[in-house]
DNA sequence: CGTTTGCATTACGTGAACGTCATCTACGTG
DNA sequence: CACGTAGATGACGTTCACGTAATGCAAACG
């Protein structure tokens, strides 16, 4: 079973994607799987990266922007040139991921002293209530 | 100019996005600018809203899952009804974030490793081309 | 050997999030 | 008062990311 290759609907319910969604990102050029006759069958990388794409997802990137940092992950699958073009590229989005982050911490925090606020008024409720009897 | 009150036309400016997208963002409820006669003057609840919405959109929320959220930001302006709900909510929502942050901490770091070992195929290519001299 | 099962292709449909265009109105200005 | 400017209101168009048939093919099964 896992002799590297997976057929599609191994593939759907490991990751719980649609045949649809995998058929969608080969045609997109994300996924590049091999055929046996006409079947399709996933490998190793095409697993990786669909992890990647899934990632990529829940971060709202659009699937463009996703293959092109796929093509990041994956230099090494091809020649070296251009190299350091892709250095930069790869460093750019390093310092967007960082920005993403400080901005996330930002939210966390003010939704934690949303709580914090919250609850103060919950027993001030309280108080009143007591007050009240 | 700042008497708490803006144009469409200045929002638009300040935070970078169309009338249109405003006034979508009115019909679905994410917005509550008030009338000056036919005019839509938006408050800085309006503007907090839309920072909110903006953020939101970064991370990949759908506008209705942004509205949600809203609601959390406001329960001040009304009643404290079902605040525990609310609260469960909340805290369910800053757990999510959180692993949110946790996977993109992972990101970066993977992408951190693959530039360390892009640096070090070049440095062999460097040594390559010194040796065939 | 017919049929079900699994996957393929082709093509049209759909919901979200706006863009774009036409038309209308109210207001200030020369 | 004519006119430009800002904003409002439909209504239709568009892009993305798939969903949903309809149809076909090939191996597996009873």
Known sequence: MTEDLMTIREMCETYDVTP?????????????PIREGQKRLFTKRDRARLKLILRGKRFGFSLEEIRQLLDLYHVGDQQMTQMTRTFEIARERLADMEA??????????????????????????????????
């Open 20 to 32: 649809r969604t995998l058929r969608f990102y080969e045609a997109k050029e994300l996924l590049f």
């Open 100 to 133: 993403r982050r400080e901005e996330l911490t930002q939210a966390i925090d003010d939704l934690k002293e949303q709580l914090r606020w919250g609850e103060k008024v919950i027993a001030s409720m309280k108080n009143e209530k007591k007050a009240a009897e």
